[in-house]
């Protein structure tokens, strides 16, 4: 079992050395290349993975799942999160990410939405551990770069498959598995179940097991080692609400000082993820970027008339203005930081 306990530093997943043992977990919508690459500059971040892609629409080209390729050497190392039921299609979905020269596949086997479980993939492939290993395993002789997966802990309380069908992956040649520790049926209710997880751990040999949910501090990232001894953690909103926790982390179980980001720097955070949007989205960036304006009035303490202002982004010369008022009042507002500013699916997870 490799585990963050005996070593904080490297993790190797099959072909792939990560400098780092903290990942960004995929959140469609938010993790694009502009949100990725910013993040990386702050440090930290030892792998991250694409939005999932509809194997079909990438094999045929489909413009939204070609954005969602959108990338550059500096964005790495990255995986491509594919899903589907059909074997011939991720197979051949896999080996088109593989001609791209992405270095990781990964498989989505968690996905709770019922239009993604629909077409056969994300959390209704762990219903059926015989289809979901022939399927991993076709993947993985299709190419020559690592292929993980990502599952939830099972389909419900009653089909708590994870642990069986991670052993199943590592027999078939799955690099790694990163298990949120819910079921489909919690969607994204209730506690990350971190005994859970810790039973999938203890059910492979030496294939990683990436942790994951609800990591949003240096405390929470401790407690779900110690509890699970999982290899790595994977972090999705947490990096939304603290971009520097990768980076705090990484100095956390280095043994060293843990660096709060100054105000100049959280300003230039900003800043830098709007250019970078801008850079592909030109003016449509102003408003794409608004769905950020929460996140960003509550990291940064922008006072709530700026907060609302940005969230009616219109130009360039506005952000710029907007700006300046920012760094200029930075500060004025007190914020407590809420648990959770990404819209989750809610209601009865029949109807997602
Ligand atoms: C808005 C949103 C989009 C998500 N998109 C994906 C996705 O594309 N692929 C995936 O495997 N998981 C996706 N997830 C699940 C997250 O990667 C992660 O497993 C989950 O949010 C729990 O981790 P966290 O508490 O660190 O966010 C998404 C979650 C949210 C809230």
Redesign the pocket.
């Given at each position: 079992m490799t585990s963050l306990t005996t070593s904080p530093s490297e993790l190797r997943i099959g072909s792939r050395e990560l400098k780092t043992r903290f990942f960004l977990?995929?959140?469609?919508?938010?993790?694009h290349w502009p949100l990725r690459l910013a993040l990386r500059e702050v440090g930290g971040v030892g792998l991250a993975?694409?939005?999932?892609i509809l194997a079909p629409q990438l094999l045929a080209g489909n413009r939204k799942s070609t954005e969602l390729l959108q990338t550059s050497p500096d964005d790495r190392p990255l995986s491509v999160?594919i899903?589907g039921g059909k074997p011939e299609e991720l197979v051949r979905a896999a080996q088109y990410v593989e001609s791209l020269e992405f270095g990781g596949i990964?498989i989505?086997m968690?996905?709770p939405m019922g239009k993604i479980n629909s077409s056969g993939g994300g959390a209704r492939l762990m219903r059926n551990c015989d289809h979901a290993t022939r399927l991993a395993e076709l993947v993985v002789e299709a190419v020559q770069i690592p292929v993980t997966v990502?599952m939830?802990l099972g389909w419900d309380a009653d089909d708590f498959s994870a642990p069986l069908l991670a052993s199943r992956f590592e027999q078939v040649g799955i690099a790694a598995v990163?298990v949120?520790?819910?079921t489909r049926q919690q969607g994204?209710h209730g506690q990350?179940n971190l005994e859970g997880i810790r039973k999938v751990v203890e059910a492979v040999n030496s294939m990683p097991i990436i942790g994951?949910?609800?990591?949003?501090t240096v405390d929470d990232a401790s407690r779900m080692i110690k509890q699970t001894g999982c290899a790595a953690i994977?972090?999705?909103?947490?990096?939304?609400l603290d971009p520097w926790l990768f980076r705090k982390l990484d100095q956390h179980f280095r043994g060293e000082t843990v660096c709060e980001p100054a105000p100049d720097e959280k300003l230039a955070f900003l800043h830098r993820h709007f250019d970078l949007m801008a850079e592909i989205h030109d003016v449509y960036a102003c408003i794409l970027f608004r769905k950020f304006a929460a996140w960003y009035g509550a990291q940064l303490g922008i006072p709530e008339d700026l907060e609302d202002d940005l969230r009616k982004l219109e130009s360039f010369s506005h952000f710029e203005e907007l700006f300046l008022n920012i760094e200029q009042r930075q500060g004025e507002r007190q914020t407590t930081i809420p648990t959770?500013l990404?819209?989750?699916?809610n209601g009865p997870n029949a109807h997602w």
């Open positions: 977990a995929p959140l469609a919508g938010y993790t993975t694409t939005d999932l999160q899903f990964d989505n968690g996905c990502k939830r990163t949120h520790g819910r994204f990350v994951n949910g609800d990591v949003r994977a972090i999705g909103r947490g990096a939304m959770a990404i819209k989750v699916p």
